[in-house]
């Protein structure tokens, strides 16, 4: 198992240009996931670094606990690290409060995250995961990029989203064509091909990793929107 965080470099030149890494939809693919850190770690090569994860850690996938683990591990090392709250982890959070029933989420990759804790209800998951899962923001917005979880409505300003919108949209949005003012940046819908999805309005980094695709990380500079590379774990 690799191990992730040895190339951080605190002492990295501030005045070296700075990469944003942005991370698609992992699903419990911890493996995929600490190997994307290390390629991450090693293109930046001592730059300063920005992660930003578009949620949807949980579910699906065999390892959801570990995966929550090793971003908040991460974001407690990083000052610059942001992580989105995905659908899934809306789900999860709707069943903790009692608002919807267990079932539903359960048969959307619940069950493989309750077995990744070694328990049977939501409500017996370890209080920080809830309570991290609890604090994640929808959006992050970094003047060239707006970074979320699952799109956003093309019909209403970026600061006029709603909630179920930045969590669940796919249409109007995937086919809407529009220029957004920045390059809508997301996950959610994932991609068969196992290719990132770059259009001229948006960039799709759902690249299926829980369903046998990579992993995927966009890298992008503060000079224009648009990502300089693309780093893939499979």
Known sequence: MPEY???????????????????????????????????CEEHADGRPMTFVFLGDYIDRGPDSSGVIGTVMDLQSRLSNLIALKGNHEALALD?????????????????????????????????????????????????????VH???????PLDAQSKRDLL??????LSDERDYGR???????????GAPDLRGNRLNLDTGAVFGGPLT?????GAGSKPIAFLQTG
Request: glycine residues 8%; charged residues 20%.
């Open 5 to 39: 965080g040895h190339h951080l470099r605190p002492e990295a030149d501030p005045s070296a240009p700075s990469l944003i890494y942005a991370i698609g939809d992992i699903h419990g693919s911890l493996h995929k996931l600490r190997k994307l850190i290390v390629r």
């Open 95 to 147: 069943v903790i409060d009692g608002k919807d029933p267990p079932a539903f989420w359960l048969t959307q990759g619940g069950a493989e995250t309750l077995q990744s804790y070694g328990v049977k209800d939501a409500r017996e998951l370890p209080q920080a995961h809830i309570d991290w899962l609890r604090s994640l923001p929808l959006r992050y917005d970094d003047g060239n990029r707006f970074f």
């Open 150 to 156: 699952a799109g956003i409505n093309p019909h209403k």
């Open 168 to 173: 669940w949209i796919r249409e109007p949005f």
């Open 183 to 193: 390059l809508i940046v997301h996950g959610h819908t994932p991609q068969s091909t």
């Open 217 to 221: 990380a966009a890298a992008f500079t």
